[in-house]
């Protein structure tokens, strides 16, 4: 399934961005979704989990860095999951990928088949 991520950009240390990823695939719907992220200097590292949410839009999952800060949720009308993150720091830099899944909602980038193109949150303190 193709994914199609929007959103990202620069936000100052406390700010929030909301980042977004669409497909025009109607059987998007039944696929469980993940945010990952890349982080600067961290490239020989695998992907750092985000958060993930099932097919039916239940179960949010979050990764220990950015739980408390970060919502996510999908609109089942416009075939979208967002991510909604707060309160953002400087080392929430990063190039983040949403991800598709028919198998599960994991945390680990093998549990996922399709990717986004990525986008770039930079953070500036």
């Known amino acids: 399934i193709h994914l199609e991520q929007s959103g990202g950009g620069l936000v100052q240390a406390g700010g929030s961005l909301t980042l977004s990823c669409a497909s025009s695939d109607h059987s998007f719907n039944t696929y469980h979704i993940g945010w990952f992220r890349q982080r600067p200097g961290k490239e020989h590292e695998d992907h750092e989990f985000v958060a993930s949410i099932t097919a039916s839009g239940s179960s949010p999952n979050y990764g220990d860095a950015v739980k408390g800060r970060t919502a996510i949720s999908r609109d089942f009308a416009k075939n979208t999951v967002s991510l909604q993150m707060s309160s953002l720091r400087p080392e929430d830099t990063a190039v983040y990928y949403c991800?598709?899944?028919?198998?599960?909602?994991?945390?680990?980038?093998?549990?996922?088949?399709?990717w986004g193109q990525g986008t770039q949150v930079t953070v500036s303190s």
């Open positions: 991800a598709a899944s028919n198998y599960c909602a994991g945390a680990y980038r093998r549990d996922y088949r399709s």
